[in-house]
């Protein structure tokens, strides 16, 4: 099969082939594209090279978060032609995966849900990870695509209180729009006032989303007395003069790292179980954040600002490598492939 694929062949760059494809082999399916899902913070880490990203060169390809349709499976795989799966194919119109890493979805959950389907999971962690308990209040740092969903699935969490603090306007009102969340610029004075529950304390719960150095100070500042700080995003850099005495030891704070990588991958035999039995293999994760997506318990509607043809990526990708941050949810769509 031909298949037009994204592919950058050096730093700031992105552009289309038509490759082929080989059949899939033993353990592997072929599956065509229906939509994939950006995820901007990594795609634009890897394709400028920023710090804290694989030395591997060039060229390269983005994208893990796919919806499509199997259209051929190799020797000893189960899945039928005609089955629509989740994969973490990149971001073409068609791609061999192993069928370990095909799943079904069903038919409740919308192709435009179910494409996100790897960024949701990796949100989720990271709030499965904070513990959230009933009531709290939470803050989550940053209002890009990760940030909205990590503030999305603390409400639905269970949490009393869910602010999200975001330095651009539209990516506020994106926040807002959402029930029971509500956004605060951190350089106002008086939205940072609104963050105290009582007299000198701050939010039980505070999520790092954006990626940056700088505001993983700004996590341990804002944190209240024992609270637990998340470290969701994946930080593109080293954090400068961190006071750890005055903002970590001496306000008993819990740092939390919640990469994707950290979790449980299934199965007995991971020596993670019994030292973390409460968190969920990546496909329970995914399964659970779309099941809470077709109930309208998180809104991914409100949230895809871009969806576009393949053919059209060049749009999406200087948005991206210039951060502008009308650039949130997008989506590729394949389906004229």
């Keep these: 099969m031909q298949a ?42 890897s394709l400028l090279a920023l710090p804290n990203t694989p030395a591997s060169g060039w060229p390269r390809r983005v994208g893990y978060s796919a919806v499509g349709e199997v259209a ?18 990149r971001h073409a119109s068609a791609d061999v995966v192993n069928a370990r890493d095909a799943f079904p979805v069903g038919g409740e959950v919308a192709d435009e849900d179910a494409a996100f389907h790897t960024l949701l999971r990796i949100a989720l962690q990271g709030v499965r990870k904070a513990r959230v308990e009933l009531g709290e209040t ?8 990760i940030g909205q969903l990590a503030a999305q699935f603390a409400y639905a969490a269970g949490a009393g209180r869910v ?51 700088a505001p993983i100070n700004d996590a341990f500042i804002l944190a209240g007395r024992l609270a637990r700080v998340v470290l969701l995003g994946s930080t593109r850099g080293v954090t400068d003069e961190v006071n750890f005495y005055r903002d970590v030891h001496k306000k008993g704070l819990t740092v939390i790292g919640a990469h994707d990588s950290v979790r449980l991958r299934g199965g007995g035999d991971d020596p993670l179980t019994e030292l973390l039995p409460l968190l969920w293999p990546p496909a329970r994760d995914a399964a659970a954040a779309l099941a809470l997506a077709a109930a309208g318990r998180i809104r991914l509607d409100l949230l895809v600002t871009h969806r576009l043809p393949g053919a059209e990526y060049a ?4 948005l991206l490598f210039s951060s502008h941050p009308s650039l949130v949810g997008c989506l590729f769509d394949w389906s004229d492939a």
Excluded: N
């Excluded at 939470?138 to 695509?145: E, F, Q, Y």
């Design 4 to 45: 037009r694929i994204l592919i950058s062949h050096g730093v700031r760059t992105i552009q289309m082939d038509t490759v082929a494809l080989d059949d899939p082999g033993p353990g592997q399916v072929l599956v065509r594209h229906r939509l994939t899902a950006m995820s901007p913070g990594t795609e634009r880490a």
């Design 72 to 89: 051929a499976a190799g020797q000893g795989v189960d899945l039928a032609p005609g089955a629509r799966v989740l994969t973490r194919g």
């Design 138 to 145: 939470v803050l989550v740092i940053g209002g890009g695509l």
């Design 163 to 213: 602010l999200l603090a975001e330095l651009d306007p539209s990516r506020r009102a994106m926040a807002d729009a959402v029930p029971g969340i509500e956004s605060l610029d951190p350089t106002s004075p008086a939205d940072r006032a609104r963050l105290a529950d009582g007299p000198g304390e701050g939010p039980h719960v505070v999520i790092e989303s954006t990626g940056f150095p």
């Design 315 to 318: 749009t999406a990708y200087d």
